[in-house]
């Protein structure tokens, strides 16, 4: 299969966005369905996201909305200055406040007691704190953030790759979510299966979120 690094999917990504015109918040909403898709919606029904301000961010945003459409008990996190937020974010942001969905927001040390509270009371953390687009070592609040997350006995979904994991490399940038199991979108990333990438990632589903043939050619083609 196909192995890509982060460069060669946002090329991909802005060759469907900018070359094709699929909006990116359409890629982001396919991503979110395959996510849930991938989740045994019989057996879950308390869940906890962790989402970044970035398109992985988003992708949690989105899924949270979808879940509390199906009536599952979501709890909603933020980590991260929202005013960064990507565009995607930002629009799935909205649309929760406007459905009003209550975003927790972890700003200092005193935020993450909320985030214990709702992981005890949770059956499934979604990961969504970065994607490929983590860029430096996780530190301060986000790194506080994951060490709960891995000790909580909840399933861990992490979306598109466990946060803390170089799509590039597989090296762990000082900390890592060790997910249960990783939905990765369209094309697999090099970093799931490279150095700790699969002990990080636990099982790897690779879902195609309707990324046209042509423009994955074109990203790979161009490395
Ligand atoms: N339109 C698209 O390009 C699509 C993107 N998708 C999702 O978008 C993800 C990539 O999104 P982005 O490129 O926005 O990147 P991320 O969402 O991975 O995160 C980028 C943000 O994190 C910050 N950051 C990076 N490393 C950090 C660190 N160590 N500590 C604190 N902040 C840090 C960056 O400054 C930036 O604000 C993919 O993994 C995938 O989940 C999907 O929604 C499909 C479509
Ligand atoms: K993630």
Redo the contacts with the bound molecule.
């Keep these: 299969m196909e192995k890509v690094t982060s460069k060669q ?2 090329l991909i ?2 060759f469907c ?1 900018k070359a094709i015109g699929i909006p ?1 918040i359409v ?2 909403e ?2 979110a369905l395959k996510v849930i898709k991938n989740i045994d919606l019989n057996s879950y029904n308390n869940f906890t996201i962790v989402a ?8 949690g945003l989105a899924i949270g909305r979808h879940l509390s459409v199906l009536g599952k008990n979501v709890n909603v996190f933020v980590i ?1 200055n929202v005013r ?1 937020g ?1 565009k ?2 930002v629009t799935n942001y909205s649309i929760l406040r406007n459905m009003n969905i209550h975003i927790h927001h972890i700003l200092e040390r005193e935020d993450l007691k909320h985030l214990q509270k709702s992981v005890r009371s949770s059956e499934m953390v979604i990961d ?1 704190i ?10 301060g609040l ?1 790194e506080r953030t994951i060490s709960i997350i891995n000790k909580s006995d909840n399933f861990i979904l992490s ?3 466990p946060s803390g994991l170089s ?1 590039d490399t597989g090296e762990i ?1 000082n900390t890592c979510i060790k997910a249960d199991k990783t939905v990765t ?1 369209q094309l697999l990333k090099k970093g799931l299966v490279e150095n700790s990438g699969e002990k990080y990632a636990g099982e790897i589903v690779v879902e195609p ?1 309707g990324m046209p043939k042509i423009a994955i050619e074109k990203g790979l083609r161009n490395f």
């Excluded at 970065?130 to 530190?139: A, C, D």
């Design positions: 999917m946002n990504d802005s966005i990116g890629l982001m396919n991503a970044g301000v970035g398109n992985n961010g988003g992708d991260g960064h990507s995607d974010f969504a970065f994607g490929t687009g983590l860029s430096r070592n996780i530190e986000f979306v598109d790759i799509s940038l979108f979120i």
